[in-house]
Nanobody
Framework: QVQLVESRGGLVQAGGSLRLSCAAS????????MGWFRQAPGKEREFVAT????????DYADSVKGRFTISRDNAKNTAYLQMNSLKPEDTAVYYC?????????????????WGQGTQVTVSS
């Protein structure tokens, strides 16, 4: 079992920045690929970013490429999502997830464990 706890999100103005963290406990964090997903009201959960188990590779949704950065610190059992140049359309509940497939994973079905989600609201 892996337990994931996201940091508190928040309210930020358009153009602002926010960093989310995801603290993991339980089984070996470094064995899992990590991902961030988001879900806006009335929409399906969508992929945002993923990082492989050692942090050497990343992938992003086109909508956040160049603005968001995913990273991880295996010594601290924590993954991060740095969000810059935020837009109102980034407003959603953000979830971190862990996949036992160690490589990059963009499909929700590849993830075994999920955090509880944290609200990010971007005002215009």
């Amino acid at each position: 079992q892996v337990q994931l706890v996201e940091s508190r999100g928040g309210l930020v103005q358009a153009g602002g920045s926010l960093r989310l963290s995801c603290a993991a406990s339980g089984r070996t964090f470094s064995a899992y690929a990590m991902g961030w997903f988001r879900q806006a009201p009335g929409k399906e959960r969508e992929f945002v970013a993923t990082i492989n188990y050692i942090g050497s590779s990343t992938d992003y949704a086109d909508s956040v490429k160049g603005r968001f950065t995913i990273s991880r610190d295996n010594a601290k059992n924590t993954a991060y999502l740095q969000m810059n140049s935020l837009k109102p359309e980034d407003t959603a509940v953000y979830y971190c997830a862990a996949s036992s497939f160690a490589g990059l994973q963009i499909d929700t079905r590849a993830y075994d464990y999920w955090g509880q989600g944290t609200q990010v609201t971007v005002s215009s």
